[in-house]
């Protein structure tokens, strides 16, 4: 095939021409995608190198996918051509067992957009030491209903997302309705309080309310989705509501969750923050343009890949590396991550500097910050405040009834209270199994140019 192009080269065609005669081959669909390819980057001088490097890249390309799938029958590996590459998705099996073993059943997605042609579709976990995990991908051209109901099928099938997983996501108005025909009509995923607050500025705007009201709006809005309550939850509705009825009607309109009292076992999840945090990364190592493209697609193909492995091996470094800097709190039983052991501390920072009052069944507390007394449950890991329940570690009412304690018997009380996503032998389960790696290479580096 490349000496067919070679010929016409010599033949003194322009790239116009060439272009013209490969699109119209009857033999192989792959001539019409050659064609594309070299009508929007080639110079006449490189046709032939162009052909060559692209019909190879396709074909190893080709190769790794169904490598990929003969190896890893349970995962998802899947290249779609029609006219040019038009999808390639990947979940490895492996992911369903990390997200099974990391315990807090959170998943982020979100459509990272690069300069050119090329979006990339990620679902990412984050484990109980804080650090961030790629599930899956896809490559593709944009972010349309067919290529996202595409990629949660993929997550359904090789990562077992079901519909009692909890995906957090931006909230373009079509993926409600892509979870929902994957899941299930009764599906809705939690929509990031972020965007919510942006979107609800410009509610505010289009109402001709002063910056003032809006910023008094918003607030709410922040103060209902974290509300610990049903009851507290309905009382500032009712002042949304009161403030501003049309506010109060897009907020009961919404298609998704966005309310901490919707949904239990949230984690302190609010935000698409994880998803967000990978794209950077993805757009900083990945760098730019990255078109859907034969050299594009092949290395951003391979470079994600070996991502995912080496997230698994550096989350790994770091529990084991803890380990071995903490073997006192460890001989001593707190085998929580540094990620939660960080989270307390910064609680009990904040016990430190108020005057909390405790009551002489050691179950009350009086905040005077708040002006509130909060009632602490100690057997199910709950307080009025919410905090404890949400993100299942020690709130700081909890901590300012254990400051009597021997920073032993802390520890342990703390580590009995927390849930098992932050023990250190929960997130090494996670990095225990690798996926399927004959067909990468040891290091892959992206670089677009």
């Not at 609800?200 to 910023?215: D, I, L, R, T, V």
């Not at 919707?262 to 343009?289: D, L, V, W």
């Not at 009350?364 to 299942?392: A, I």
Request: hydrophobic share 40%; net charge positive.
């Amino acid at each position: 095939m490349a000496q067919e192009v070679v010929d016409l080269v010599n033949q003194g065609l322009t790239r116009q021409q060439i272009v013209a005669k490969l699109a119209n081959h009857n033999d192989q669909t792959v001539y019409k995608i050659i064609a594309r390819v070299l009508a929007t980057t080639a110079s006449d001088a490189q046709l032939a190198t162009e052909l060559t490097r692209f019909r190879l890249l396709l074909t190893i390309l080709s190769f790794i996918v169904d490598d990929l799938r003969k190896n890893d029958p349970e995962g998802v590996y899947q290249m779609d051509l029609e006219q040019e590459i038009t999808r390639v998705t990947v979940v490895p099996s492996t992911s369903k067992k990390m997200h099974e073993m990391n315990g807090n059943g959170i998943v982020s997605v979100d459509g990272c957009f690069m300069a050119g042609e090329g979006t990339i579709l990620a679902a990412v976990l984050r484990d109980g030491n804080g650090k961030i995990q790629l599930l899956g991908y896809q490559l593709c051209r944009g972010e349309s209903n067919e290529n996202w109901k595409t990629f949660l099928m993929a997550l359904k099938e090789g990562a077992g997302m079901t519909k009692d997983t909890l995906f957090f996501a931006d909230r373009p108005s079509f993926l409600a309705n892509c979870f929902k025909e994957v899941f299930g009509t009764d599906f809705n995923y939690f929509g990031c309080l972020q965007h919510l607050t942006r979107d609800a500025a410009n509610w505010c705007q289009k109402e001709g309310m002063s910056p003032e009201n809006a910023a008094s709006i918003i607030r709410l809005i922040k103060e209902a989705a974290y509300a610990p309550s049903t009851e507290e939850y309905l009382g500032v509705m009712a002042r949304i509501r009161d403030t501003n009825y049309a506010v109060w009607e897009h907020l009961n309109g919404l298609k998704t969750l966005w309310a901490g009292i919707q949904r239990s076992h949230r984690f302190g999840y609010m935000t698409s923050n994880n998803i967000e945090s990978f794209n950077a990364r993805i757009a900083k190592e990945c760098g730019s343009p990255m078109a859907i493209r034969s050299m594009h697609v092949f290395r951003a193909v391979m470079y994600l890949y070996e991502l995912y492995i080496r997230q698994i091996l550096e989350r790994q470094r770091s529990v084991l590396k803890m380990v071995d800097r903490n073997e006192y709190y460890l001989k001593n039983g707190c085998i929580l991550t540094s990620y939660a052991k960080r989270i307390v501390r910064n609680n009990m920072d904040k016990v430190a500097k108020s005057a909390f009052s405790l009551f002489v069944d050691r179950s009350m507390v009086y905040h005077p910050m708040t002006n509130k007394l909060y009632e602490v449950n100690f057997q199910n890991r709950s307080c009025s405040c919410g905090y404890f329940q949400d993100m299942k570690l020690p709130c700081v009412h909890a901590l300012a009834l254990m400051k009597g304690l021997s920073e032993e018997e802390f520890w342990k009380e703390c580590t009995r209270m927390s849930h098992p996503h932050y023990l250190v032998g929960t997130v090494l389960l996670t990095t225990k199994l690798l996926p399927y790696k004959a067909m990468t290479s040891p290091e892959v580096t992206y670089h677009a140019d």
